[in-house]
């Protein structure tokens, strides 16, 4: 039995059998440089196997490649991929390894999307579904010899796929003394062979050299129809209510798509949209972008696999693997929904009939780095997943660099991940602003550009902020971060109720995402609407279970309701990660406690907590100090406080949460809100904070003000 630690021996050529010939050494050039024929799969514990094979294929005459000619500047997945869409040829060493490994499943299953999958077994691992519905080669008992029927197998195949390349070859030199076939291994070759492939050569060259205009206008794409088809989730095994499950995800998914303003074509001629007249169905239909998928049950996992396709070019534009629990389906299918119009939404104007990217390869490159946003939680997940992100954009901005999106969403990202990534801020405000500069040149309507102006303006110049963000606004009023990053602005502002709004606009664009709608909640609670807002985050919990940051503002809401104990039972529900610290919770646990029992030795202690934050988190200790009725000890800590340091500026967000309420009813907050100059924007914009028309409060806004910032 073969296995990763087997010498394979390597035939001489002068000894093989007759049947097989040399082919020639041939590279083909896609629009991204020169790709190799044969791209090798296979898990990192068959390294060595997968060296071997590599060096009896380029005997057999193939280009292959596989990670170890991977550059150490490239970005590691993106160049995977970008390898496995160019090969013509993609083989897959299948063991009880690469089963367990997700990067080879997804690069035999995108190999299988562009039906250039090669299998082979090399020990007694089961395949996973539906690779085991795949013919696979045997090579357990092989020895490296090419009379071995399974290793024929498949070279016939790759072969067959490689018969004919992507573009023009270059033919290397070294070449011209082989014998060479018109690409299909297994066949003599005849002096008639030699002759077409001579002819097509020169032929080929005639166009190079004279004529790649024409080759670029007869290649142009047809034109992209504007709706979606969602065609029914196919089910692989499982129980009847798993096929329930899959009938109602695609219905799901399209009611999803309709909610977002996407058009899509009725359930049942999606149906249709198969067999040979797929074109003419298409254009009839006036469908461009085609989502289908699988769903398959594995013990108590349900995974579910979604394509999204341009039919019209044959190519996979985006594809994801989504799992959870069998018994939590509801949160499963809001998981995917939200995920789908996350990435629609991202690409919607790459996507675009109308002035999109029309080169699928390029197209699939705009998605992937959309979907990378989506997971990686536009970068805010930081490490690995923030700089394989911004390096996908990159690829598509240098891939597309009249494009004006792809260079707007690699300066949104930018600006907005600057400061995680460390080491890396001075670098990333200049690209970002270097990259918003030429997509606002190329559209000076492009609303991803002005985002992140503002973004990168800086954290205490409101006025900048709002006038960049409204003009994103004004070029595309729906437009989601345009929205929602005007709402933190008019926060930081104290204008709660115009903040929620935006929020709550933003939100209504991906209305299962938690992008914006958790913070919605959030600004409701702000503004004293708690039902609301229970009732909103009782349903992003539903469907979005123990996600931290969900938690964390069900318990903001009930310690603005002044609910003590069940804030306390929140707190200590068992194996609930509320995104706080050990010392955190302790702290939050002592002034909930004292809070709820009035206890004087409680309030004590959870003072003397409180007032331990000041030198390393002073927001932190005057929300608590606030909190606990401390207003004094608040302000004393306010009056050393200073939100400039060094390396970072505080926002006044925190000015205006619930819990330091006390404070803004007291004549010294003006002091407090002055160290952020807000008095001074206040005065200089006419618009006040929604504090200030209480008719409860004990002191004038605009006298105070004055008394702070005097007009300049």
């Known amino acids: 039995m073969a296995s990763p630690e087997t010498k394979v021996s390597i035939a001489n050529p002068t000894d093989r059998n007759d049947d097989f010939v040399l082919v020639s050494r041939m590279r083909y050039t896609g629009d991204g440089g020169e790709m190799a024929q044969v791209f090798i799969s296979y898990a990192r514990a068959d390294a060595s196997l997968a060296r071997q094979l590599s060096e009896v294929l380029k005997t057999a005459g193939y280009e292959v490649w596989w990670d170890s000619e991977l550059l150490p500047h490239n970005a590691f997945a993106q160049s995977i991929e970008r390898e496995v869409r160019s090969a013509q040829a993609v083989l897959v060493l299948w ?14 299953d995108l190999a299988r999307s562009q039906d250039k999958l090669v299998q082979i077994v090399v020990d007694a691992c089961v395949l996973p579904l539906p690779f085991n519905q795949i013919q696979t080669a045997d090579l357990r008992d092989w020895k490296g010899d090419n009379s071995n029927p399974q290793w024929r197998k498949v070279l016939a195949s ?42 097509a050569a020169v032929i080929a060259v005639m166009m190079v050299v ?47 798509l309709n909610q977002d303003q996407q058009q899509t074509v009725s359930r049942s001629d999606a149906q249709t949209l198969r067999g040979a007249d797929l074109p003419a169905k298409l254009k009839a239909l006036n469908v461009g972008l085609l989502f289908s998928g699988t769903v398959q049950a594995e ?21 994801a693997d989504i799992s959870g629990s069998i018994k939590a389906l509801e949160p499963l299918q809001a998981r995917i929904n939200a995920r789908t119009v996350a990435v629609l939404n991202c690409s919607a104007q790459a996507l675009s009939k109308k002035g999109g990217i029309a080169d699928a390869e390029v197209l699939a490159l705009f998605v992937h780095a959309c979907d990378l946003a989506e997971t990686s939680d536009h970068g805010l997940e930081g490490g690995k997943l923030a700089y394989a992100m911004l390096d996908a954009m990159r690829e598509v901005a240098r891939r597309a660099p009249d494009f ?5 969403i690699l300066a949104k990202h930018a600006a907005f991940v600057l400061g995680i990534l460390p080491g890396r801020s001075p670098a990333l405000r200049q690209e970002a602003e270097r990259e918003a500069r030429r997509a ?39 437009w989601s971060h345009a929205n929602g990053f005007l709402g933190n602005t008019m926060t930081a502002l104290g204008r709660l109720r115009e903040a929620t709004a935006l929020y709550q606009r933003a939100a209504s664009v991906n209305p299962e995402s938690l992008d914006w709608s958790h913070v919605a909640a959030r600004s409701l609670i702000w503004i004293g609407d708690t039902k609301e807002a229970d009732d ?21 809401s009930l310690e603005a309701q002044k609910r003590w104990g069940d804030a306390l039972t929140l707190l200590d529900i068992p194996d609930n990660s509320l995104g706080m610290s050990d010392a955190s919770i302790k702290r939050t646990r002592a002034e909930l406690l004292a809070l709820n029992t009035h206890n004087p030795a409680g309030l004590s202690a959870a003072r003397q907590l409180a007032s331990g934050l000041a030198a390393t988190n002073p927001q932190g200790a005057i929300i608590s100090l606030a909190r606990l009725g401390f207003v004094n ?5 306010a009056e050393n406080y200073s939100p400039m340091r060094p390396d970072y500026v505080d926002g006044p967000d925190f000015l205006f949460s619930p819990a330091l309420d006390p404070l803004r009813r007291d004549a010294r907050f003006m002091v407090l809100a002055n160290k952020f100059g807000l008095p001074q924007y206040w005065r200089r914009s006419g618009v006040w904070p929604d504090f200030c028309s209480d008719p409860n409060l004990p002191y004038n806004c605009q006298q105070e003000s004055a008394k702070v910032a005097p007009a300049r």
């Open 95 to 108: 063991s009880e390894d690469a089963v367990s490994s997700q990067w080879v499943r997804a690069e035999a």
């Open 158 to 199: 790759i072969a067959e796929l490689t018969r004919e390349t992507a573009s023009a070859p270059t033919i290397d030199a070294k070449a011209t003394s082989r014998s060479t076939t018109s690409g299909r291994v297994g066949r003599r070759v005849e002096p008639r062979h030699l002759v077409t492939a001579a002819l």
């Open 210 to 256: 004279g004529g790649l205009w024409v080759a670029r206008t007869m290649a142009k794409p047809a034109a992209r129809g504007t709706r979606i088809a969602v065609q029914p989730f196919d089910t692989i095994g499982g129980t009847p209510a798993l096929h329930d499950f899959a009938a109602g995800l695609s219905e799901s998914l399209e009611d999803t």
């Open 299 to 319: 013990a108590d996992t349900v995974t579910v696999r979604t394509h999204l396709e341009d039919p019209l070019q044959h190519a996979t534009l985006w594809s």
């Open 404 to 408: 004006a999106p792809a260079h707007s």
């Open 440 to 478: 606002l040149q190329i559209d000076p309507k492009d609303p991803d550009g002005f985002v992140a102006l503002g973004l990168l303006a800086p954290t205490l110049d409101f006025g900048q902020q709002e006038r960049w963000f409204r003009q994103a606004l004004a070029s595309n009023p729906s």
């Open 536 to 556: 909103e985050l009782a349903h992003q919990n539903q469907l979005w279970p123990n996600v931290a940051y969900v938690r964390a503002t069900q318990l903001s």
């Open 633 to 637: 000890d608040a302000f004393a800590v």
